[in-house]
Structures are given as structure tokens and as C-alpha cells.
């Protein structure tokens, strides 16, 4: 059964950084495709930044040249590395595949952007 257990939100001030981290119970993580979401109150869950097997990466326009996304097989961890954070991407983050697995979201871990 895949998991997802994510890591390393908090509280930053606008223009801060923040390093997420989710660590993926599947096997052969090392083939898969995978992604980063948000989910802003009210809002529907928006995919953020994705990550092949090959190691070639996208991300979304509104990140773009702030958000990283990186991946270490060996320890079967994603990561996105956030900077200059805005107010308006206070969200609860989550990874999943690049298509998802809709039974699969873990509990995600809360962003914040405040003064």
C-alpha cells in the first residue's frame, strides 16, 4: 500500500524559505513520477511542481525561478525547496504521484506566509 508522509512546513514571513520533504512508501520509487500539490483554503488542490524519473522537473508558472523540486532515490524522498514565499501560497502541501493516487494523500503539512 503506498504512503506518504510529509514533512517540514511551518510558519515563515513573506519572502521566507521553506525545504518540504515527503517520504514514499512504494516500491521501485526510483521509476515513478512525482509531484507536489497545495490546497489553499476554499481552493481546489493544484499540482505545483513535478519531477520524472529522469530526474527532469516542471513546475508551475506562479513558482517558477522560486520553487525547486529535487529527489533522493536512495532514500525514497521528494523534496520541494520554497523561497521567497508570498502570502497567498499559505496552503497545505502534499505529494502524490504525478497522476495521482486519489486513496493515497497523506496528511499533508501546513505552510503558512505571515507577518
Known amino acids: 500500500q503506498v504512503q506518504f508522509v510529509e514533512s517540514g512546513g511551518g510558519l515563515v514571513q513573506p519572502g521566507g524559505s521553506l525545504r518540504l520533504s515527503c517520504v514514499v512508501s512504494?516500491?521501485?520509487?526510483?521509476?515513478?513520477?512525482m509531484g507536489w500539490y497545495r490546497q489553499a483554503p476554499g481552493k481546489q488542490r493544484e499540482l505545483v511542481a513535478v519531477?520524472?524519473?529522469?530526474?527532469?522537473?516542471n513546475v508551475a508558472d506562479s513558482v517558477s525561478g522560486r520553487f525547486t523540486i529535487s529527489r533522493d532515490n536512495a532514500k525514497n524522498t521528494v523534496y520541494l525547496q520554497m523561497n521567497n514565499l508570498k502570502p497567498e501560497e499559505t496552503a497545505v502541501y502534499y505529494c502524490?504521484?504525478?497522476?495521482?493516487?486519489?486513496?493515497?494523500w497523506g496528511q499533508g503539512t501546513q505552510v503558512t506566509v505571515s507577518s
Open positions: 502524490n504521484f504525478q497522476i495521482p493516487d486519489p486513496h493515497a
Open positions: 512504494v516500491r521501485m520509487f526510483n521509476i515513478r513520477n
Open positions: 519531477i520524472f524519473s529522469g530526474e527532469y522537473t
